[in-house]
């Protein structure tokens, strides 16, 4: 059982470059969201998206894009790095609102 | 405003004694509660989930959490600690309602297990 997989898992990246997040599930769920993890600070949500065509902001969407054209996939788009967003970034996904959310292993992100 | 505060940034047990990993949330509604588990370089994974069944909620690898409402609190508990806990551990909320599936994280607390 796949679950929730990320592309790549580490990546270095220069300022200014830009690059895109890979997320896939496999277990039909209708939400996916996008975290970042930083020391001491947990996890905050950057976008979210609650079924094919529809994504929002979460609280720290800045810099970042994101699309849902299918209910597989849901890439998380970087298009000017920045150092700030050096982090480990966590793909989410659920079956309905109240359900836990499964998570990918997380891609480790440096932009230097 | 909803939150969520963990009390403990880093616990350390010996092997064989109880754990005791501390969560207060805030909130004016009864929100859904979990605990997830983090292993270095590896995603979250679920240890238990309280939504509004019974308050002592059991889970995964001898866990287990009470919901005290009168305390706001959402402690997670094991009897004996084995090596294999050594991990990082977050309370999470989430609110009740609404049309999005957003959580709130605490900031974690570092579990380290002693031989």
């Known amino acids: 059982n796949a679950g929730v997989t990320q592309t790549p898992k580490f990546q270095v990246l220069k300022t200014g470059q830009s690059m895109t997040l890979q997320c896939a599930q496999d277990?039909?769920?209708?939400?996916m969201s996008w975290y970042r993890q930083d020391p001491g600070m947990g996890l905050r949500l950057i976008h979210y998206s609650v079924g094919a065509g529809i994504t929002d902001q979460g609280e720290v969407p800045n810099g970042y894009n994101v699309s849902r054209s299918t209910t597989e996939d849901f890439p998380l788009r970087l298009l000017s790095a920045a150092p700030s967003q050096t982090s480990v970034y966590f793909c989410?996904?659920?079956?309905?609102?109240?359900?836990?959310?499964?998570f990918g292993d997380g891609t480790r992100l440096s932009i230097l | 405003a909803q939150s969520v505060t963990q009390l403990d940034s880093h616990v350390s047990v010996s092997e064989g004694t109880p754990v005791l990993l501390r969560c207060n949330y805030s909130?004016?509604?009864?929100?859904?509660l979990f605990w997830y588990v983090q292993h270095p370089n590896k995603g979250l994974q679920l240890l238990l989930k309280y939504t509004s069944a019974a308050t002592l909620v059991k889970g995964i690898n001898g866990f287990e959490a009470e919901f005290k409402k009168s305390e706001t609190s959402f402690h997670l508990t094991k009897p004996s600690a084995h090596m294999s806990d050594a991990a990082e551990y977050f309370c999470v909320f989430q609110p009740r309602g609404g049309a999005t599936n957003k959580l709130i994280f605490g900031t974690g607390t570092l579990l380290a297990v002693q031989p």
């Open positions: 909130s004016s509604y009864s929100p859904s």
């Open positions: 277990m039909n769920h209708e939400y």
């Open positions: 989410a996904s659920s079956s309905l609102q109240d359900q836990p959310q499964h």
